[in-house]
């Protein structure tokens, strides 16, 4: 049987409720998700710092910190979000996060879910998770987003915003940079892709899956093989 390689975006949006406090029912259905490993070999997680990671930033922006400083803070949060994943994977995950390439090389020979989350400031979590499925040769990358997947329009805003069901990795760039412009995101601010990851989903042409990760029901299906789940396949 082929092994393979998965890497999994949850963002932190996902981990907390909008009054900052922890989605613990969720979090645990999410681990019980994965601790069905199926046929992967290696398994990686990649949180983002979420709420708690914004309110933070917007603390020390308005100190005066510039954006560099900001960015750590956020990769430090994600790093406290990843540690809550572990403990509830409890012996299925690799007891340390991760903080470079190098070290995940060392903690996937262990044969454990790894847990990680941000790397480096200017580096988005989604970047990071691309990455790493580069990195790792993965067969396929999902991000779990607070939305179903890709839509026309704004889906929070416009009620007859449509799914995009596939979509190539140059049609979504073009329709990205058309949709929101080519400023990069300040840090902690919260959106699908930015730029260095539209360009590293281009390099490394991996299948990318996009799905709403409030509700898990369909990550669960696309976790047990089922084709019908709903969400956005972007694809070579």
Known sequence: MIKKNIVIKIGGSLLFSEESKIRTELISEFCNI??????????VIICGGGIL?????EVVRKLGKDEAFCDNIGIKISHINSQVIIACLNDYAYPEV?????ELSIAALFKKIVVMGGL?????TTSVAIEVAEYLNANNLI??????GIFDKDPKKYKDAKLIKNISHEKLQEYILTSFGDNQAAAGEYRIFDLVSLQ????????VVVMNGKDLTEFKKYWNGQKD????????
């Open 34 to 43: 994965i601790k069905n490993k199926k046929n992967f070999e290696t398994i």
């Open 98 to 102: 991760p903080r470079s390439l190098e």
């Open 120 to 124: 480096q400031p200017g580096q988005s």
């Open 229 to 236: 789940f709903y969400g956005t396949i972007i694809s070579k």
């Open 53 to 57: 990671a914004r309110e933070f930033i």
């Open 143 to 148: 991000i779990l987003t607070d939305v179903p």
């Open 200 to 207: 590293l989903i281009k390099r490394s042409s991996i299948e």
